[in-house]
């Protein structure tokens, strides 16, 4: 009989760490995998409050792309594409990696110069990208009414080819299972509520279940660096803002492409079981709420409908949200926070997903080395203070 496998190991924390990992999101997991893996750090705490995935990592609408436009971002959105294509068989878990490609609409000419602009950036940061005319677009997605009977109609667009889907519940378990199996304690329902600092150094982490010390601690919270970054008195500029997605009911295969407009705020893509995914913007204002409401789901479904007529008789059958933790200029914080032993990995908005194996990379290389990695070098806390934000747009 063929041995049972447990597929992961939940502890209860030991009272000394060599780095304790606040967060048990996508990032807190692919950095405790990359330091037990390629810098054989040994003892490693994984602290999550809920369970892991319970934040943005299991809410997502898992689109992984590299098509941002500073030139201080693009080679880390291309490394972490990238990391995506081998992480299926180096974790040995299916992460039901897609590169299915990604379709962004323009409406006017304004638009598509704008995106032609953008696209020689990418292709200067060696990142695949092409412009698509109307009929081009219509070869490919056949559903999408490219006429002008819609208040905006369609005027061209951008292709990403090596954009695409990932499954993020996978690419937890992946991670999670990966990290277990190199001896990572994985903690749930353990909250960090304090932080021990002595001489300006961090020495440990006061939780619900009593104080664990360690060398070095790393912060990755998603939503939650601001209360973080409350309890250890530390300037922070980041509003976490909720964002809203719905899916529907299961249909024959259609659309093999991720479609999205950023000018009407609304995208979508078909999943392998076959529903559809109806993403769009953020929540007009800041909170930690996780409903939805009903303006922001009509609102998205009629946008989407004018361009997928065909969708009229489908029906929505769930809806959640989850938290995004954002910057003024779109980009993540990440390495010192200021504090001697602890280092911050937060602040991704809703560009996090796709950052996960470059994130969990550098930041483990950061915590070991104590030097910032060149990849991250822009996404500094201090440039907030010192005039040299991260010149990224908002798509
Ligand atoms: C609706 C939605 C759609 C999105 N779509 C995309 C997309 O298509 N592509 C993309 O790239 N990104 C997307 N994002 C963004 C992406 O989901 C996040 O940036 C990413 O998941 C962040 O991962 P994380 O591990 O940093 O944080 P999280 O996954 O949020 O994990 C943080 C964890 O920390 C825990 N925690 C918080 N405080 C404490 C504490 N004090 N003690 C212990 N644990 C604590 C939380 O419970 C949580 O589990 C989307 C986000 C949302 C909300």
Not at 325 to 339: E, F, K, L, Y
Request: aromatic fraction near 10%.
């Amino acid at each position: 009989m063929a041995a049972t496998q447990k597929i992961l190991q939940y502890k209860q924390p030991e009272s000394t760490y060599d780095v304790i990992i606040v967060g048990g999101g996508l990032h807190g997991l692919s950095a405790a995998y990359y330091l037990a893996k390629y810098h054989q750090v040994k003892r490693i705490a994984v602290l999550e409050r809920q369970y892991i995935g319970s934040g943005g990592s299991g809410r997502n609408t898992e689109m992984v792309r590299a098509n941002k436009r500073a030139h201080e971002t693009l080679p880390f959105y291309k490394e972490s594409l990238e990391m995506w294509d081998g992480l299926s068989a180096e974790l040995e878990w299916n992460l039901l990696v897609q590169k299915k490609g990604l379709i962004a609409l323009a409406h006017s000419d304004g638009e598509v110069d704008a995106m032609r602009m953008q696209g020689d950036a990418q292709r200067r940061a060696g990142i695949k990208i092409d412009m698509l005319s109307p009929q081009e677009i219509k070869r490919m997605v056949p559903a999408l009414d490219i006429s002008d009977r819609t208040a905006l109609p369609v005027v061209g667009a951008q292709f990403h080819p090596e954009g695409g889907t990932v499954h993020h519940d996978a690419a937890l378990w992946g991670y999670a299972k990966a990290a277990c199996r190199l001896g990572v304690d994985i903690c749930e329902g353990v909250e960090a509520v304090g932080f021990n600092v002595e001489a300006g150094r961090a020495t440990g982490v006061k939780t619900n279940v009593g104080e664990i010390s360690a060398d070095k601690i790393h912060i990755a919270v998603g939503g939650y660096s601001s209360q973080i970054a409350r309890m250890l008195g530390v300037k922070f500029p980041v509003v976490t803002i909720p964002m809203q997605v719905m899916t529907t009911e299961l249909m024959a295969p259609f659309l093999d492409y991720y479609v999205a407009s950023p000018r009407l705020h609304w995208y979508t893509q078909q999943t392998l079981k076959g529903d559809l995914i109806l993403g769009g913007q953020l929540d007009p204002w800041q909170s930690w709420k996780s409903y939805n409401t009903w303006e922001e789901c009509s609102e998205r479904v009629a946008s989407i409908l004018e361009y997928f007529p065909d969708l009229a008789h489908a029906r929505v059958v769930r809806s959640w949200s989850g938290l995004c933790d954002c910057t003024g200029d779109s980009a993540p914080v990440m390495g010192p926070s200021g504090i001697e032993g602890l280092s911050l990995d937060v602040a991704w908005g809703y560009y996090g997903f796709k950052s996960t194996p470059a994130a969990g990379k550098y930041s483990a290389e950061y915590i070991v080395k104590g030097k910032v990695p060149e990849k991250i070098k822009h996404f500094g806390l201090d440039r907030f203070f010192n005039r040299s934000r991260v010149r990224e747009i908002i798509i």
